[in-house]
């Protein structure tokens, strides 16, 4: 009896000591995996960071992550306009697979369409490997499908445990009530500019103050008017009524209207503070964080300590302001200690709107911009960051958005990629165990038409989208109006037969085309590819342009005006 027990009682010592040291295993697994901070700007240009060039852009904590980090010299979006190329990024894969695409080119408020359900998002796949997921900023895949308010859309049902504030849509034009523009007609202008303190007095009060919202800016409008008939010479332009700026502007907390119209000198700081927030929670845990910020998508804004601080102007401000909230999650990180486990990723969507004159942005000098398929438009600053882990350096091979996809995957312990992305993981890049060159090719589409290919130091056009001449639509720098006309990917376009040829490496701004014949060989293996590509593309609907106008999102119906400074009591509130 006495050898069972003694038997006994070593075999449970050992079974206790094999059960602690896998507990310790599993926990070094856990501790292992790196976080993720996937930083995305909105219409920010190649050229747009002192680190990439600007000589008046002022430094900032972008530029610290870029001289500490990796910084990547040919990085390409996916798309050239917000709605696909965020499409690309969440799948890894290009957005015609997804049906992101369509004559529109991008999602509007009142679609029905969205980012379709049975597309695997990375929230969803780092998910399913024990990720603690959160979502703050712009959206832009879609709000309601079936009726108003529902939110069918919405990132909660794309994997996403935590949304903070967000905008749904977008940071439109209509939604700086302080920001002005010529009317082309008027040759002497004088421009009445409405600071947008004054509106957020308005729209920080109580539900009673609220209400006077519309009527405020009525008599806004009434003595504007007035002021122009007394004085004839001079001419008044005033900004967007309330009417036209709820349409398009509203911030939400979790999938709940919080603000409409927008609160501008605010946005940047309630963005912040939901990615701390989420960060502080989810310590313990391997997390990703999905942080999309809305600038430098125009309107412009700024909060106060920013507004008419940089030397390059409103546009500079907003880079500033940007660069600070990418610097307010960093040093979060480091507060924590968990800056030495966590990969931070900061890119842009794609290129600047340069259309809109000196707020639209800098493509440093690359051909095109927002909307094009020239470099300007599709290829964007991008760095990678992670002490201890990640080199500074340069790199120069040509990696894509959709490649952050199978590359997080990696490093969380997944393969990567399942033969279901266009992404590759560039995790050997990331970690220097290669400097190979990642993708052979490169397809981009505008919309449902492939335009042109990267393929190896060529970029190959076979269709061109005309390149508008913005000087004549300045002045002072600021924009007479909206004059893109290449948002379409069929009307003003060129095909081109040989296609178009670059050498990028020398002719990064493609100004110089090569002759075709003697590089045949390369257009046959590019039509090759091209053909081998396109057998994978199956029909599926296009999300885009299925307007619905019982969708119109709406905090209140039907004013739709609201300020819900703490979403919980909104109920209480109405």
């Known amino acids: 009896i006495w050898e069972t027990l003694i038997r006994w009682t070593i075999t449970l010592k050992m079974l206790k000591f094999s059960l602690w040291l896998l507990l310790i295993i599993l926990a070094n697994q856990v501790l292992s995996r790196p976080n993720f901070?996937?930083?995305?700007?909105?219409?920010?240009?190649y050229g747009d960071f002192q680190s990439y060039g600007h000589p008046t852009q002022e430094r900032g904590?972008?530029?610290?992550?870029?001289?500490?980090?990796?910084?990547?010299?040919?990085?390409?979006?996916?798309?050239?306009?917000?709605?696909?190329?965020?499409?690309a990024l969440l799948t890894g894969r290009l957005p015609i697979h997804s049906g992101m695409v369509g004559p529109t080119r991008v999602l509007h408020q009142n679609d029905?369409?969205?980012?379709?359900?049975?597309?695997?998002?990375?929230?969803?796949?780092?998910?399913?490997?024990?990720?603690?997921?959160?979502?703050v900023g712009k959206w832009h895949l879609g709000i309601n499908e079936l009726k108003q308010n529902d939110g069918r859309h919405l990132p909660k049902h794309h994997g996403f445990d935590f949304v903070g504030t967000n905008l749904p849509f977008t940071f439109h034009l209509f939604c700086s009530p302080s920001e002005t523009h010529y009317k082309s007609s008027v040759t002497n202008t004088k421009i009445v500019k409405i600071p947008a303190k004054h509106i957020s007095v308005f729209l920080g009060g109580t539900l009673a103050k609220l209400c006077l919202i519309e009527l405020l800016w009525n008599l806004i409008h009434i003595v504007v008017t007035t002021n122009m008939l007394l004085n004839p010479n001079q001419q008044y332009v005033p900004k967007y009524p309330v009417d036209k700026m709820k349409i398009k502007c509203f911030l939400s907390n979790k999938d709940e209207i919080i603000e409409q119209p927008i609160i501008p000198e605010k946005l940047t700081d309630k963005i912040v503070e939901g990615a701390k927030q989420f960060i502080t929670e989810n310590q313990k845990n391997p997390f990703f964080l999905y942080l999309s910020l809305p600038q430098t998508h125009v309107a412009m804004f700024c909060k106060e300590e920013f507004c008419n601080k940089s030397m390059r102007g409103s546009y500079g401000d907003n880079v500033n302001e940007m660069s600070w909230?990418?610097?307010?999650?960093?040093?979060?990180?480091?507060?924590?200690?968990?800056?030495?486990n966590t990969l931070v990723m900061f890119l842009s969507?794609?290129?600047?709107?340069?259309?809109?004159?000196?707020?639209?942005?800098?493509?440093?000098?690359?051909?095109g911009g927002k909307a094009s398929s020239w470099d300007g438009g599709i290829k964007v600053p991008a760095v990678a960051w992670w002490p201890g882990t990640i080199q500074p350096g340069v790199k120069t091979q040509v990696v894509s958005t959709m490649d952050i996809f199978p590359t997080f995957l990696q490093l969380a312990g997944n393969e990567g990629n399942n033969g279901n992305l266009d992404g590759m993981s560039i995790s050997d890049l990331l970690l220097s165990n290669h400097d190979n060159e990642v993708h052979e090719i490169l397809f981009h589409y505008c919309s449902d038409r492939l335009m042109a290919v990267r393929y190896g130091r060529y970029k190959i056009h076979f269709h061109t989208q005309h390149l508008h001449v913005f000087n004549s639509n300045c002045i002072d720098g600021k924009a007479l109006e909206n004059?893109?006309?290449?948002f379409d990917c069929y009307a003003n376009t060129t095909t081109h037969n040989p296609?178009?040829?670059?050498?990028?490496?020398?002719?990064?701004?493609?100004?110089?085309?090569?002759?075709?014949?003697?590089?045949?060989?390369?257009?046959?293996?590019?039509?090759?590819?091209?053909?081998?590509?396109?057998?994978?593309?199956k029909p599926v609907a296009s999300q885009l342009g299925r307007h619905g106008k019982d969708l119109q999102p709406c905090c209140n119906p039907p004013s739709c005006v609201c300020n819900y400074p703490n979403p919980d009591k909104r109920k209480t509130e109405l």
């Open 499 to 537: 296609p178009l040829i670059f050498d990028i490496n020398t002719d990064p701004e493609e100004l110089f085309p090569l002759e075709a014949a003697p590089r045949a060989h390369i257009i046959e293996e590019v039509e090759k590819q091209v053909a081998k590509h396109q057998k994978t593309i």
């Open 325 to 340: 909230a990418v610097g307010e999650v960093v040093n979060q990180l480091k507060d924590l200690n968990l800056d030495q």
């Open 37 to 45: 901070v996937l930083i995305f700007a909105d219409d920010v240009g």
């Open 483 to 486: 004059i893109v006309d290449y």
């Open 349 to 367: 969507d794609h290129g600047p709107a340069v259309e809109f004159c000196y707020t639209g942005g800098s493509t440093g000098g690359l051909k």
């Open 112 to 135: 029905a369409g969205g980012l379709p359900k049975n597309e695997t998002t990375l929230a969803e796949a780092l998910k399913e490997l024990g990720y603690k997921t959160g979502m």
């Open 61 to 87: 904590p972008i530029d610290d992550l870029a001289a500490e980090g990796m910084r990547f010299t040919q990085w390409y979006s996916a798309a050239s306009l917000c709605t696909p190329s965020r499409a």
